[in-house]
């Protein structure tokens, strides 16, 4: 395999639609969805939700590093300023330890077919590089330390302290009970 980045846009949104269908929406329906503002629409059905998302897409107000096997979509890094994802976990706790990062990492997600190829690793290096071109800055993430044991894919929507380690980001305390605080600066 030889991945591509690209970013989400209208004109990928058919692809990342593909995947995520393919998932059921991933993870009960959220479409990549619980850190963006909150919406009347967002979790009331599947369909209000994907169009809720589709919105924010077409709007340039959802921002992701989709990683494609040839013209197939099969991972995906969130990213976005502070004001596009709000709503991340432990939010007072996060904001009162830390300046404001120009960027966060929300959300990593790869197809069930391609794991345990380190598309997550991929698909956050594709997020670095988007950003770069958007002007960079801080960028923070907020990964799950897995403490070196095995965690389920289910709990791994942040990723894995290890590859936010492996991209050059650096551990800036604990964040709730297993996630923790991660900044590297582009």
Known sequence: MNPSIRALNAETWGEFERLVEKHNGIWGGCWCTAFHPKSPDRGKSAELTKLY???LVTEDKAHAALIYDGDICVAWCQFGPPHELPNIYHKKEVESKM???DWRITCIFVDKDYRKKDLS???LNGAMVLIGKLGGRIVEGYPQDTQGK???NSFLYNG???IFERAGFEYEGKKGKNHCIMRTVI
């Open 53 to 55: 998302k589709k919105r």
């Open 99 to 101: 300046t404001m990062p």
């Open 121 to 123: 690793f991929v698909a």
């Open 150 to 152: 095995k965690i389920s």
């Open 160 to 162: 894995a302290k290890q």
